[in-house]
């Protein structure tokens, strides 16, 4: 099980863990939600190209598994990132 993200112009980028926040004050007084980080976090992507996913919140489950294998950048790099398939 993954929780939903983002949505890019191609693909869900999903976590495997649920993302809290927190409020922070800011120098200015400002007060904003920050996201905290959790040990251990992966990020997914599943590639969906052009379809429509429909309206999606921050931490809504998503019937995916994540994989071992991570996504490479245009150079061949190993990025963070790691690909997700369909339960």
Do not use: H
């Not at 992966?42 to 809504?60: C, I, N, R, S």
């Not at 294998?69 to 369909?86: A, F, R």
Request: proline share 5%; glycine share 8%.
């Amino acid at each position: 099980m993954m929780y939903f993200y983002k949505k890019t112009d191609k693909a869900i980028i999903c976590t495997t863990e649920t993302l809290a926040t927190k409020s922070v004050k800011l120098p200015n007084g400002n007060v904003i939600q920050s996201r905290v980080q959790v040990d251990g976090l992966k990020f997914g992507v599943l590639a969906v190209g052009d379809q429509e996913v429909g309206e999606l919140k921050v931490g809504d489950k998503l019937p995916f598994n994540i994989t071992d294998s991570q996504v490479m950048d245009q150079e061949g790099n190993p990025t963070t990132l790691y690909w997700c398939t369909p339960e």
